[in-house]
């Protein structure tokens, strides 16, 4: 008789990511190519926000909806488990990079969110770590270059999207204090993927502005 190894299976298990959809507030922190989670979150909000518009407007319109008459058309079970189920209502993204040309990876999708975000429920923030910190003399030309084609073309030199890069490493202690002042009473969800050398910090400034604050900041991350 043949003796086989005992084998155990456990999970699967989902990604952090994927619990974003109970928070009204996101934090999303990508690092490198760590983003690719983050804009997965991001398209998805893109998506979740134009069906309801296009379900909205059907619905005033008197094309879409359930009802026999214009006046008492309500969203289809469909429509009304997606107004349900998607809470977000602001998002930040912080995507931080070392090399420039990491921006044209996801160009298409910033562009796309820049477009179709008529609410202004996305903010992208990009960082190119390569380029020395703002304000320094030595990334002077940079900056004026960037600004005068923003100005006329709407596209930023660094990342060749609509969304305006910026220099250096992002002040973490900020971004935290400026989401906290932003949303008060809220309870933010912080997503990050990348190394796991700015783990420790994300989670900390989180409990740290949880405890100082009335704003909650649930930490979650997938380190690679």
Known sequence: MISFPRV??????????????????????????????????????????????????????????????????????????????????????????????SFDWFKGVMNEVAELDHNHVIELHNYCTSVYEEGDARSALIAMLQSISHAKNGVDIVSGTRVKSHFAKPDWRDVYKRTALNHPDSRVGVFYCGAPALTKELRQLALDFSHKTNTKFDFHKENF
């Open 8 to 101: 155990l299976i456990d999970g699967p298990y989902g990604a952090p990511a994927q619990d974003y959809k109970k928070y009204e507030v996101l934090l999303l922190v990508g690092l490198g190519i760590g983003a690719t989670p983050m804009i997965s979150i991001v398209k998805d909000i893109v998506s979740n926000i134009r069906a309801m518009e296009e379900e909205e407007n059907a619905l005033e319109n008197g094309t879409g909806g359930v009802g026999n008459s214009p006046f008492t058309k309500t969203l289809s079970p469909s429509a009304q488990k997606r107004k349900e189920s998607f809470k977000t209502r602001r998002a930040y993204f912080y995507w931080v990079t070392r090399e420039q040309g």
